[in-house]
């Protein structure tokens, strides 16, 4: 198992659509996720892991990965134990999302969010304490649609609204190509000011869409973005893992 320490001043947090487990070979390997995730994404230990598409895409959503491999391999713990976070019996996560924190997280409230569109999306949202201050995660894979985001994001802010105010981090695939991110990210629209570096991620071989992002409601908060690479990257999906650590307020 790979020792995680936590850092004093922020948190390495990383983000990875692996397509379910199909690479650019168009084979689908999901051990091969699970090699990756050990060898290269994971490397230099973070302590925030969000995965997308990481459940079969239709009903009932079967869980694709090793999750006790990779909890083994990375140090980190999926937050999804609990059967309410999960889509249903056969699913590891929600709708293909996955949260994995380090142990050390003392996690306070958890919620998964059904968003609209005609393609099942989903939210996950973690509220925890680090160090004695509140944090709260969330991680989504939204829509192609402009109008279909905007429409999710929107859920997201209603929802967050009624919550108690906190620090926040999105990370996921966003799906927005436009580097200022368009309607979504608006704070008209989901009540939160979210920025965060811009980085290409899409596709895998040769990356020129910034799909993939990590974001904070804290004003430059988000330092060091950067796409992740390696041999096993390239191959095992059509994105790329984006990595970015997160100043803590």
């Keep these: 198992m790979r020792m995680q320490t936590l850092r004093p001043h922020g948190l390495e ?6 397509h379910r487990g199909r690479g650019q070979d168009n084979r689908v390997d999901p051990e091969r996720i699970v090699d990756v995730l050990a060898s290269e994404v994971c490397a230099h230990g973070p302590e925030v892991l969000a995965l997308q598409e990481a459940d079969e895409e239709t009903p009932p959503h079967a869980g694709l990965l090793d999750l006790k491999r990779i909890e083994a391999e990375t140090g980190l713990r999926s937050i999804h134990s609990n059967a309410a976070l999960r889509w249903g019996p056969q699913s590891d996560g929600f709708l293909g999302a996955i949260l994995f924190l380090h142990p050390d997280f003392e996690i306070t ?4 969010l059904d968003l609209p569109g005609h393609c099942h999306r989903g939210a996950v949202v973690v509220d925890t304490r680090k160090n004695g201050k509140a944090l709260r995660i969330l991680t989504t894979h939204l829509s192609l649609g402009q109008m279909l ?8 802010g209603q929802f967050l609204f009624r919550r108690p105010e906190m620090p926040t981090i999105v990370l996921g695939d966003l799906n927005e190509w436009r580097p ?3 309607l979504a990210f608006s704070k008209k629209l989901v009540g939160l000011r979210l920025s965060g570096p811009v980085r290409r991620t899409f ?4 990356p020129l869409l910034p799909l993939d992002r990590i974001l904070s409601d804290q004003p430059a908060a988000v330092r060091e973005a950067r796409v992740l690479d ?6 095992a999906s ?3 893992p984006l990595a970015a650590q997160v100043l803590l307020a």
Aim: proline share 6%; hydrophobic share 40%; with cysteine.
């Design 180 to 182: 200022w991110g368009g």
């Design 149 to 156: 985001r905007a429409a999710q994001m929107r859920t997201i």
């Design 109 to 112: 409230a958890t919620h998964v």
């Design 203 to 206: 596709p895998a071989t040769r």
């Design 230 to 235: 390696g041999p096993g990257i390239r191959v």
């Design 13 to 18: 947090c990383v983000t990875w659509n692996v």
């Design 238 to 240: 059509d994105h790329r």
